[in-house]
């Protein structure tokens, strides 16, 4: 099964794209290879890049905030856990305070940094990294993998607020949907949204073996998905076949 998502706001699409650039980190730092670690680092630059964003901060402790008194109103209720629901909140109020004691954006403690940002300056630029642009640079990759890890570890951390906050969020997002199977005849599959009640995350889970590639769409009214596949080029064409995929809304 492929598991698909589509954010329906900003602020989601957002906190997708730096989840996937944090588990693109997670996965780069460990390898031993320079290239890998060249990488990391810029990763480690794209995510300083997404995470610029002047109200994302404040956008996330407000979604915490919201989350927190969300769940505080479920004291007393017989159907749940305390000991559970002092875990989450417990979990909420860590996230909270690292990423409120954070200062400035993420990773803004890596710009006094005169090396990384003269790497970050030239990164972008097709082959700007060459050992005589960057004779440091180029150096620092022959080093010790060591070293290149240590180095790149302690990078991440001044991160790793923005990370927590993040796998938080959009771990209770995920949490508030409740997946079910739904059939597209003819390959396609249109469901009107109800009133009163924002969706956030549409989650598709399709199977691999069908060969299909689902193309989505959706605002706060409705949501519509067609089931494409790939032509001999390569290119994305409307499938007429009826098929079936498992749907989660969150909010």
């Known amino acids: 099964m492929i598991l698909y998502e589509y954010p329906f706001n900003e602020s989601i699409r957002t906190m997708l794209r730096l989840e996937h650039l944090f588990d693109r980190l997670g996965q780069l730092i460990p390898r031993p290879d320079a290239v890998d670690h060249h990488f990391a680092l810029s990763t480690i630059f794209e995510i300083m890049d997404v995470a610029s964003r002047a109200d994302l901060k404040s956008d996330l402790l407000k979604e915490l905030e919201r989350h927190k008194a969300q769940l505080n109103s479920y004291r007393g209720n017989p159907a749940i856990s305390e000991a559970v629901l002092n875990q989450v909140i417990g979990r909420i109020d860590h996230a909270y305070d690292g990423l409120n004691q954070l200062q400035g ?28 642009d960057l004779p440091a640079y180029y150096a620092w990759q022959k080093g010790p993998v060591e070293r290149r890890q240590h180095d790149l570890q302690n990078w991440t951390n001044t991160l790793m607020p923005l990370a927590e906050a993040l796998k938080m969020l959009l771990g209770l997002l995920r949490d508030s949907g409740h997946p079910h199977m739904v059939a597209a005849p003819g390959g396609m599959y249109q469901q009107s949204l109800p009133p009163g009640r924002t969706f956030q995350l549409l989650r598709l889970r399709l199977d691999a073996g069908l060969g299909l590639v689902p193309e989505i769409s959706g605002h706060r009214l409705m949501v519509a998905i067609r089931l494409m596949r790939q032509d001999a080029e390569g290119r994305l064409r409307p499938s007429n076949e009826d098929a079936g995929f498992e749907l989660t809304l969150c909010s």
């Not at 803004?108 to 630029?125: D, K």
Request: hydrophobic share 35%.
């Open 105 to 132: 954006k993420a990773g803004q403690a890596l710009t006094t940094n005169e090396w990384l940002m003269s790497v970050r300056s030239r990164i972008s630029i097709p082959g700007g990294t060459c050992e005589f």
